[in-house]
């Protein structure tokens, strides 16, 4: 069984559609582990009645070190093959996700990379784009910049406020990261490998799921 974890910082509808699609106790893959950056987020809540592993890591006023140091020995304790950022509104350092790679998954709500950071749809509008959508990526050392696996378009319409445009995206967004996990536990995805790593490194890595 690969064991995912998903860490969050808010309301948590993109974990419930993970959760949807990868019950615990799945033989081929389940959600073992919730982590959030804030004790009050609807994310810890839904992990709670779903029966699963809700912690909470505060990320200290100025530093991070602490959080990652935290999650990363619970990660490990808990023999995690896959880590998921599903509304994780924190930046991990290089050192942190180094481990992961190929292994880390974040979904940002714009076309990237187009509208990095915050304020993905206000961003949007503001540009004047017809259209936006969402992006599952691999999570490396910087801002929304990782290789993406897969993107789903929809339209912005006349008078669309930020919040229209992020409501018309959610469910693309709960389509889209479940197929997104599936292709890379398949080993159908993987970041753009470097000299060194070769693809079969990535390809082999979740074998028989
Ligand atoms: C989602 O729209 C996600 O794409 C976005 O936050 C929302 C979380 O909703 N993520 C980011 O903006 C990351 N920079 P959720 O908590 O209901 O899944």
Redo the contacts with the bound molecule.
Sequence with gaps: TRRIAVL????????AALLAAFPAGDPRAEIALVISNREDA??LDRAREAGLEAVYIPWPRGGRAAFEAAARELLEARGIDLLL?????RLLSGEFVAPWRGRIL????SLLPLYP??E?QRQALEAGATQTG?TVHFVDAGL?SGDPVLRKTVPILQGDTPEAV?AR??PA?HEAYPQAVRMVLAGLAFPVPTEEEGQAEFGAAFEGV
Excluded: V
């Design positions: 969050a910082s808010g309301r948590g509808s993109n974990l609807l994310a950022l599903a509304g994780f509104m974040n979904i940002h709500p950071g915050l993905a969402c929304d992020a995206l959610l967004e």
